[in-house]
Nanobody
Framework: QVQLVESGGGLVQAGGSLRLSCTVSGGTFGNYVMGWFRQAPGKEREFVAGMNWNGRNTYYVNSVKGRFTISRDNAKSTVYLQMNKLEPEDTAVYYC???????????????????WGQGTQVTVSS
């Protein structure tokens, strides 16, 4: 059974930084496309960032480009999301997800992802 566990969320002031981590167990992490999504109250789940299995391809939603960085450590079965210059609009529950297809392509669509974490809350105060 594949499990994803996020950590690193919290409360931060606008302009601050957080780093989210997501550790995967029970699967073949090195083959997965990994993605980060978020969902704010009253809004649909939104793709934030994704990275293919070897880290060569990344994809970011426009609103976080230049502020967020996704990375992965296959030896630790962990994907990270470094979030800088946080804005109140970034407040949401953040989820990591795994697409088990062994592919170079990152798809910014939640329906493509097979496994999900439980989410971690990020709150940015103004």
């Amino acid at each position: 059974q594949v499990q994803l566990v996020e950590s690193g969320g919290g409360l931060v002031q606008a302009g601050g930084s957080l780093r989210l981590s997501c550790t995967v167990s029970g699967g073949t992490f090195g083959n997965y496309v990994m993605g980060w999504f978020r969902q704010a109250p009253g809004k649909e789940r939104e793709f934030v960032a994704g990275m293919n299995w070897n880290g060569r391809n990344t994809y970011y939603v426009n609103s976080v480009k230049g502020r967020f960085t996704i990375s992965r450590d296959n030896a630790k079965s962990t994907v990270y999301l470094q979030m800088n210059k946080l804005e109140p609009e970034d407040t949401a529950v953040y989820y990591c997800a795994a697409d088990r297809r062994y592919t170079e392509r990152v798809v910014p669509d939640a329906s493509e992802y097979d496994y999900w974490g439980q989410g971690t809350q990020v709150t940015v105060s103004s």
